[in-house]
């Protein structure tokens, strides 16, 4: 449920109607950049610190923070890669060597890669799994929101391989977390 307050008094309301309208045309204005289109520069480390920044401001029931970021450099990509080309195997046995090829590049096709990972159990034990992930969920929302208000593009990537044994050792994930 999503509780609302009442209009703020007449004085502030233009600037409410100010803030609600640049909300608006951000939300409205954000766009997916494709992994593969998303080049250098890196952000810098002041817009990095904005963009984790915003992702605290998430809802949050009881303050458990129940997600994490986990930046993956540059000379840790290659083994990312290889977790990619495992967990296609894991799936297609088969698979030729082009697709396991695109399955390692998929590690190198941002600036700046961060893994989402949520913790869905846990204490405390009554926040349920479904609470925290959609905190999470508006944790990401307000990063990619903050990295379209500084002209940043951005991308929200998932798929099979984030469930994957190779995906979680690699990240040495827990059973009650998630990628």
């Known amino acids: 449920m999503a509780g609302m307050n009442s209009r703020p008094s007449d004085t502030a309301s233009n600037g409410a109607s100010d803030a609600a309208q640049w909300a608006a045309t951000l939300i409205h ?39 994490r970021f986990v ?12 977790a990619f080309e495992a ?48 905190s999470a969920g508006a944790a990401i929302q307000n990063m990619l929101l903050t990295a379209t208000a500084l002209g940043l593009g951005s991308s929200l990537t998932s798929g099979k391989a984030l469930q994957s044994v190779p995906l979680r050792q690699l990240f040495a994930l827990p059973p009650h977390e998630q990628a």
Do not use: F, N
């Not at 810098?44 to 923070?65: C, G, M, N, Y």
């Not at 540059?74 to 290889?82: A, E, F, K, P, V």
């Open 29 to 67: 204005s954000r766009r997916t950049t494709l992994p593969k289109r998303l080049q250098g520069p890196a952000p810098s480390a002041a817009e990095k610190t904005a963009i984790l920044q915003a992702a605290a401001a998430a809802p949050d029931h009881d303050q458990i923070l129940p997600w």
């Open 71 to 82: 930046e993956v450099p540059g000379h840790r990509r290659t083994d990312l890669g290889l």
């Open 87 to 134: 967990a296609l195997l894991e799936r297609d046995p088969s698979a030729d060597d082009e697709a396991r090829q695109q399955a390692r590049d998929k590690a190198e096709r941002s600036p700046w890669l961060l893994l989402a990972v949520v913790r869905t159990g846990g204490e405390p034990a009554d926040i349920a799994a479904a609470e925290r992930v959609l």
